[in-house]
């Protein structure tokens, strides 16, 4: 079946420093990439999308490329900020058992301190 | 516009007691999740609906969880009797989209935190 693997947290920055979380996965098919962040105390909602090969994903100075030669998606921010202390999901859209649905990884925290 | 509706927030029961979780929908969305997230499995989806109706309970973990939607706008997870180790965050998420459709977009709510002693 379908899976995705993250590196693991936390992550702690200073602020402005370069960001890189890893992200790997496994599907059949031409699946859809994403990532979604989740703040403290609040659900996920999704941070930006890739939908096929050398597709690069980017919002609020992150971005991510579909990579299927790898069968990677990094993300990556060139300067964090304290305000993008959350935790983060790895996510593709594909048909797994049951059917075609969202398979996430366990998450990357990271921490951006001053 | 209200995003997807969770209650309750915080629930602390007594294992053996029955728990209730309640998700309200964005209107108009016809595809319902339930999510369960854990320190140790991450984010699991437990099951989805379309149009109210069950699509995929392949997540729900055994017979003492059970799920429904009787109408576009409501969906239960029902925990009876409920165990210390279905402590968790649940998630309800919908979207308009079907899950197949390469951009499709979970919308999520905050998130009901169970604690069970």
């Known amino acids: 079946g379908n899976s995705v693997t993250q590196m693991e947290g936390p992550v702690t920055l200073s602020e402005e420093a370069f960001l890189t979380i890893n992200c790997t996965y496994t599907a059949t098919g031409y699946p859809s990439l994403f990532w979604y962040v989740q703040y403290p105390g609040e659900g996920l909602q999704l941070l930006l999308k890739?939908?096929?090969?050398?597709d690069k994903g980017s919002n609020k100075g992150f971005e991510a490329t579909y990579r299927k030669e790898t069968t990677s998606f990094h993300l990556e921010k060139g300067s964090v900020q304290v305000s993008d202390s959350a935790v983060y999901f790895c996510a593709l859209s594909g048909f797994t058992g049951g059917g075609n649905k969202l398979t996430f990884g366990t998450g990357t925290q990271l921490k951006v301190e001053l | 516009d209200a995003g997807v509706i969770q209650s309750p927030r915080h629930e602390v029961t007594e294992m053996g007691q029955e728990v209730t979780l309640r998700c309200k929908p964005i209107?108009?969305?016809?595809?319902l999740f339930w999510y369960r997230q854990t320190m140790m499995r991450g984010l699991e989806l437990l099951i989805y609906?379309?149009?109210?109706?069950?699509?995929?309970d392949s997540g729900m973990p055994e017979d003492r969880f059970s799920a429904k939607m009787p109408n576009a706008s409501f969906s239960t997870l029902k925990i009876q009797p409920s165990e210390p180790r279905d402590s968790a965050v649940y998630f309800c998420?919908?979207?308009?989209?079907?899950?197949?459709?390469?951009?499709?977009?979970?919308?999520f709510g905050e998130g009901s935190r169970l604690t069970v002693l």
């Open positions: 890739a939908t096929k090969a050398d």
């Open positions: 209107s108009g969305h016809d595809y």
């Open positions: 609906f379309n149009n109210n109706v069950p699509i995929d």
């Open positions: 998420a919908s979207t308009s989209s079907p899950p197949m459709v390469s951009t499709g977009e979970l919308f």
